[in-house]
């Protein structure tokens, strides 16, 4: 299995251009999550998704907008993207929200914003 | 809503126990994780209190006290591979939704 995967590991935007982030997951996972970290600080959901078809917002929803069409993967898109948008973003799946609660993260998409 | 309060560092010495605090406010409340996150990687799950009490893996252990809102992860024999940011979550039940408290930088030193 290869867990979480995301696509593309870095990427470099100018202000105002658009980007799709792509997150994958061969664990048969319903819950899937979008996070940003900033330096020195932990992770704050973006969107996440409690199954296929269906998404929802988190914590720092704006400037973002989330599909899930199918299972698998979860996608995360960046309209206009903003200087402030520069982050590391974390994708993280899970079984359910009874069990452990494990999540299982992507090694990140390192991105920035000029 | 819910917030978290985590000490920003902790250093101490290889071979050594070390305990890392955190004290949430939540809304609601299902669990407690901990998770270890090296420079530059990806967080990874250590362990989860739903209960009360301590929970033991290894080396590393996770206390819980709901009553308090109050958690601990303890790290005995302390080893340079440890040094890494941990990072106390509560899962207040909405949709397995977690919320991470900024993180706690361990340093651990010859």
Known sequence: ?114 | GQSLEQPSEVTAVEGAIVQINCTYQTSGFYGLSWYQQHDGGAPTFLSYNALDGLEETGRFSSFLSRSDSYGYLLLQELQMKDSASYFCAVNGGNAGKSTFGDGTTLTVKP
């Open chain 1, 1 to 114: 299995n290869a867990g979480v995967t995301q696509t593309p590991k870095f990427r470099v935007l100018k202000t105002g251009q658009s980007m799709t982030l792509l997150c994958a997951q061969d664990m048969n996972h319903e819950y899937m999550y979008w996070y940003r970290q900033d330096p020195g600080m932990g992770l704050r959901l973006i969107h996440y998704s409690v199954g296929e078809g269906t998404t929802a917002k988190g914590e720092v929803p704006d400037g973002y907008n989330v599909s899930r069409l199918k299972k698998q993967n979860f996608l995360l898109g960046l309209e206009s993207a903003a200087p402030s948008q520069t982050s590391v973003y974390f994708c993280a799946s899970s079984y359910s929200r009874s069990s452990t609660d494990t999540q299982y993260f992507g090694p990140g998409t390192r991105l920035t914003v000029l």
